[in-house]
Each structure stands twice: as C-alpha cells, then as structure tokens.
C-alpha cells in the first residue's frame, strides 16, 4: 500500500475507532464532523512533504490545508478567549478562509480539467465543478459529496495530476462522515 492509502485508512480507522468509542459510552454513533477541517490540515502536512518536489502540487495542497485550518472555529476557539474569539466570529475572517478554502478546491478541479483529454471526462468534471459552485452559492451543502465523488471517479478512472489528487478521498470521506453523522442523529442538513 502507498503512503497515500496508508494515510487514508489511518484516517478512516482513528474516524471510525472515535464512533464506536460514542456509540460504546453513549449509545450514539457520532463521527467527529466538526474536526475534519483541522483534520484536513493534518493530513496535507506529510500530503506536501511526499509531493514536496512538484511545486505547484505541494503548494495548492498546502494551502487547500493552512485555508481550511483557519476557517475552523475549533481551532480558533484553541487560540483565543471567548470575548476575542466573539469579536473574531464578528469580523468574517473564517468565512473568508472558507472561501478560500472552495476557491482552492475549485481551483484544483480547474486543473483536472484542463489535464483531462477525453470529453467524457471533461464533463464529468465540468459537472462536478458546477456541483460545488451550486453547493455553495445556494447554501445546499448536501451537493459537495456527489461533486466530490464524481471527481474521485474521474481521478480513479485516469489520474493526471499524480499524488495530489488523493485528497479527493480525502474530501469525499470527511463530507461522508458528515452526512453520515447528521443522518445517523436525525438531524437535518
């Protein structure tokens, strides 16, 4: 198994391994949704070391991992007292970096796009891009994990951009792990 996937299953287990810890002491099956975004940047730390020699890769990564970090309120929660951390949540800072965060992401499909050859596969990005873009404009969160399934297809089918593209999983099984959980608890999305 590659670092990569090695990566991935570390994740999944230490996700899973938290839910049955839940549903053990608890009696509920919950994932630990609210960290993915500091797990997002955990996990592109080794992602830009391995990829550390394609430049454009590591960067795009790192950064798709240091905007996601940012726009967690758990982690500012982690850096300010309650009265500074109001007053952040005030200014939108955190809103901006999730922006920049979409715009990363977007951005990377932009570049699967454009090394994609075949036209079937061009759409099946173009149509995941327009998912995102629909996911966020109209607040229809739901429209992130189908968006970012269908890029992990188009990515398994033929991969083009190398080691970057298995943040694709990545970002498929945190939005999982979200509507799961939110499922699971009957709570709506």
Known sequence: MKPEGRLLFLTALVYAMYALTGLVTQGILLFPFPLNEIVLF??????????????????????????????????????????????????GWSDLFLFLHYVMIALLMFRTLFAEKETPMRIACILAILGIVAALTLSFGILLLPSYLLILFVVSIR????????????LVFFELVKVLSILINGSSY
């Open 42 to 91: 955990v996990v592109c730390v080794p992602l830009v070391y391995w990829t550390r020699h394609e430049k454009g890769n590591a960067l795009h990564l790192g950064l798709i991992g240091l905007f996601s970090l940012l726009s967690s309120i758990i982690f500012w929660e982690v850096l300010l007292a309650p009265t500074q951390l109001y007053d952040f949540a005030q200014t």
């Open 159 to 170: 991969p083009v951009l190398g080691k970057i593209q298995i943040i694709w999983g990545f």
